[in-house]
């Protein structure tokens, strides 16, 4: 066989050998963020994952969900945070501070 075919065909072996392995990380990924929801003190509900992603990155959930705050107070955190280095967007900015204030409002009770 020439030379060229066969070095043709080598490049895709490696990506063969490895799906394998990419689809166990993937689903190894989905298993631990289905853990981490779980296990989450925070409440289920609309963008509860999206202040998961985003406060864990620094702390432990327990120190968010124990927070009882109104607007003024969750934007003032939600902005420190940004301010600290949070990759945080305008959009999710939005967001987050609604999920807080709907589910760890001050009026909510623990």
Known sequence: ?????????????????????AAFALASLAHSV???????????GKDVDLVIGRCIICHDL???AQQRQDRPGWTEIVDRMITW????TPDE????IEYLLRHLGRSQTP
């Not at 066989?1 to 990506?15: D, E, I």
């Not at 289905?34 to 289920?44: D, E, V, W």
């Open 62 to 64: 327990a120190l968010v």
């Open 1 to 21: 066989m020439p030379s060229g075919l066969r070095w043709a065909r080598r490049p895709a072996w490696p990506l063969l050998v490895g799906l394998p392995a």
């Open 34 to 44: 289905g853990n981490l929801q779980a296990a989450s003190p925070l409440p289920r």
């Open 93 to 96: 900015r939005r967001l987050i």
């Open 85 to 88: 280095g949070a990759p945080i």
